[in-house]
């Protein structure tokens, strides 16, 4: 299994971007998925994850109502859009899969991850 992330780059404050994570290897529709950041000098962080199973997603409490995870399994993509984004939304972003994922939160749930791809919210 092999994911990528792509949509990062340099946004001002308030802006939007909308990142991809497109799975190759397998299908995607067989797992949930997660979008994981971290910024330099801090711990990485759960940002969301949506089920493969029934849809259902996970928000921080820092992104909610602000971020939209989605998953097009046709095309074998996850979606992350940001919208409002802040100077603290900055990092590396990236997602994951994995078999069992029992909290969307807890990076140790996923097996597989991507190689990230840098958000920087600056004016």
């Known amino acids: 299994v092999q994911l990528v992330e792509s949509g990062g780059g340099l946004v001002q404050p308030g802006g939007s971007l909308r990142l991809a994570c497109t799975i190759s290897g397998d299908i995607l529709e067989y797992y949930p998925v997660g979008w994981f950041r971290q910024a330099p000098g801090k711990e990485r962080e759960a940002v969301s994850g949506?089920?493969?199973?029934?849809?259902?997603?996970y928000y921080s409490d820092s992104v909610k109502g602000r971020f939209t995870i989605s998953r097009d399994d046709a095309k074998n993509t996850a979606y992350l859009q940001m919208d409002s984004l802040k100077p603290e939304d900055s990092g590396v972003y990236y997602c994951?899969?994995?078999?069992?994922?029992?909290?969307?939160?807890?990076?140790?749930?996923?097996?597989?991850w991507g190689q990230g791809t840098q958000v920087t919210v600056s004016s």
């Open positions: 994951a899969t994995g078999i069992l994922v029992i909290d969307p939160a807890r990076a140790e749930d996923y097996d597989d």
């Open positions: 949506i089920s493969n199973a029934d849809g259902s997603t």
